[in-house]
T-cell receptor, first 115, second 114 residues
């Protein structure tokens, strides 16, 4: 079965610091996508960043970047210059194999950015 | 607001009652998803529609659950004979055609079964 593991349930950082959220996954597929979603308190989930497994270059979106290690099945998210608005639950996710439309999510990590 | 909207936002019901939730996806999105999220967990997939066709269902979707998308636009999720274990946040998401385009989520319906 495909699984996503986020081993850190909670982290706390100071504003302007850099923080890295870890994620490991298991799949037998060779070509797939990986996602980080953010769920702020009482607000809807939004996509932070997306990585295509066949691309060697790590994806970046402004202050957000990933470290994708395909062989190790690791997909960590780095947030630079943390802002108070980054406080949220963060979920790593990827599509189930076999052409499924299902996204498999990790349990999430609660990030708190302190002033 | 042209995002995904869900109604109601909160629902409290007595055990054994039926409930129905509605999701209005982004208008040009042909793909629609329902997920369930319990406290401290990530979302779990329930079902997927492409236009009006329900193409994928999770084993989590027991006989008491049914979902429809009659005209390929809005969708409803009905839970019959609710149980306390059904208490959760029910999330709807939609996305446009293409290889894993961004899925947009609604704010969810929080169900509490008492």
């Amino acid at each position: 079965a495909q699984t996503v593991t986020q081993s850190q349930p909670e982290m706390s950082v100071q504003e302007a610091e850099t923080v890295t959220l870890s994620c490991t996954y298991d799949t037998s597929e060779n070509n797939y996508y990986l996602f980080w979603y953010k769920q702020p308190p009482s607000r809807q989930m939004i996509l932070v960043i997306r990585q295509e497994a066949y691309k060697q270059q790590n994806a970046t979106e402004n202050r957000f970047s990933v470290n994708f290690q395909k062989a190790a099945k690791s997909f960590s998210l780095k947030i630079s210059d943390s802002q108070l608005g980054d406080t949220a639950m963060y979920f790593c996710a990827f599509p189930a194999q076999g052409g499924s439309e299902k996204l498999v999510f990790g349990k999430g990590m609660k990030l708190t950015v302190n002033p | 607001d042209t995002g995904v909207s869900q109604d109601p936002r909160h629902k409290i019901t007595k055990r054994g009652q039926n409930v129905t939730f509605r999701c209005d996806p982004i208008s040009e999105h042909n793909r629609l998803y329902w997920y369930r999220q319990t406290l401290g967990q990530g979302p779990e997939f329930l079902t997927y529609f492409q236009n009006e066709a329900q193409l994928e269902k999770s084993r989590l979707l027991s006989d008491r659950f049914s979902a429809e998308r009659p005209k390929g636009s809005f969708s409803t999720l009905e839970i019959q004979r609710t149980e306390q274990g059904d208490s959760a946040m029910y999330l709807c998401a939609s996305r446009s055609p293409g290889a894993w385009t961004e899925a947009f989520f609604g704010q969810g319906t929080r169900l509490t079964v008492v």
